[in-house]
């Protein structure tokens, strides 16, 4: 009898033990939901708790570029237009007739600008007849990527679509406001202009290249080191755009910003994982508009500097900024150093590619809950 008694206890006992820990594991879980939902609950406290002592109806949570009239009552656009877009650029005073062109492209279509100036010359650009439209900002040695630090999610909000682009784009064969008209009506959150490739630069990916015989493309064919078809679900066959002349929805822009690294300026490798900003389906929200079409100059890199600015003499096309940047530290540089200081940006851009893929590797691996929408052998 007692030993029927002692086996009982026993296994309540163990029920018991059983039991607690089920128990406290459920805690457990419960505490790693409430953690993981606590910040955002928390800043949306503390937001209201903020603001408490506004009336509702004064407050406003957005705002815009535009440059507001010190004598004009009301300086409100054009009401009849569909579609507002805002071009930022980062700009030397080399490349000042190309961006001239660019602006007044885009002003013509109600487009906000904002301008970084990389080479530290503002004042160069006052004699332009816009310039007290746009807003200017002192970047020095900068590339576009500093857009983060002035284009907040927030701030850009009332902006259908961010362009955010190089210098050196001839626009002779673009039309920022059909060119908006399109993507929107294709459902594009991500997308840029197809270059033409009779007059522009070698340095492009085969997907960027003008299609005569369409309005828009969303994908390449090719056979190579990749081969490229109608399977292909990623990039460099489908659901990319280059890094030069990009243009995001409002909504792709929330996501782009949060991806752009703060340190790494020169953003080599950004450009793979736009894709994950598509809102959905990369394959059919990002895309190439063949019909609005730009010339990619591209500027050499072999450069000098003589009175303040950047002469190029034809080598290997890239952009103004690194022209500036290669050649900001002397006033003459030799070939020798020219070739150095190449050398040494093409070295650092390495890195930074090589740095931003180990944070998205350690990301992926860290973050336990995410699940790659594009990774066909999870699905």
């Known amino acids: 009898m007692k030993k029927r008694a002692s086996v009982g206890l026993i296994v309540f006992l163990m029920a018991l033990v059983v039991l607690a820990s089920v128990t406290m594991k459920i805690q457990y879980d419960h505490l790693k939901v409430t953690e993981r939902i606590r910040p955002r609950e928390l800043m949306q406290k503390q937001f209201k708790t903020s603001i408490a002592a506004l009336p509702r109806g004064i407050v406003e949570s957005t705002t815009d570029m535009e440059m507001k009239s010190l004598w004009n009552v009301s300086n409100l656009k054009d009401s009849n237009v569909n579609f507002s877009g805002l071009l930022a650029i980062a700009v030397g005073i080399s490349q000042k007739r190309n961006v001239d062109s660019m602006v007044r492209k885009f002003l013509a279509d109600y ?30 040695n900068q590339t576009k990527w500093f857009a983060k630090r002035f284009l907040h ?14 210098e050196d784009i001839g626009v002779d064969y673009f039309n920022p406001g059909r060119y908006m008209q399109i993507i929107f009506s294709e459902g594009l959150e991500i997308s840029q202009p197809a270059v033409d490739p009779e007059f522009s630069s070698d340095i492009h990916h085969r997907i960027t290249v003008r299609n005569r015989k369409t309005k828009v493309h969303r994908r390449v064919y090719f056979c190579g080191s990749v081969n490229c078809s109608n399977e292909s679900k990623g990039p460099p066959c489908t659901g990319w755009v280059e890094g030069m002349v990009p243009v ?11 991806l752009i690294q703060n340190d790494l300026i020169h953003g080599w490798g ?27 100059q591209g500027i050499p890199l072999d450069c000098h500097v003589i009175a303040g600015s950047c002469i190029c003499q034809g080598c290997v096309p890239f952009t ?16 020798q ?8 940006i093409r070295r650092q851009s390495t890195a930074e590619l090589e740095k931003f893929k180990e944070r998205w590797n350690k990301a992926v691996e860290e973050d336990r809950d995410w699940i790659d929408p594009f990774d066909l052998q999870k699905r």
């Open 111 to 140: 487009c906000s600008i904002i301008l970084f100036h990389y080479d530290g010359n503002v004042n160069g650009w006052q004699d332009l007849g816009w310039t007290d439209k746009a807003i200017h900002i002192l970047a020095q």
């Open 153 to 166: 999610p927030d701030v850009v909000a009332l902006y259908d679509y961010i362009f955010l682009w190089d």
């Open 248 to 258: 995001f929805s409002k909504s792709a822009w929330r996501c782009v910003w949060h």
């Open 270 to 296: 950004l450009d793979m994982k736009l894709g994950y900003c598509a809102q959905g389906d990369r394959t059919k929200n990002v895309g190439v508009i063949d019909t609005e079409f730009i010339i990619h």
């Open 320 to 335: 103004d900024v690194a022209c500036y940047l290669l050649s900001w530290h002397a006033e003459e540089a030799t070939a």
């Open 337 to 344: 150093k020219s070739l150095d200081s190449r050398s040494r």
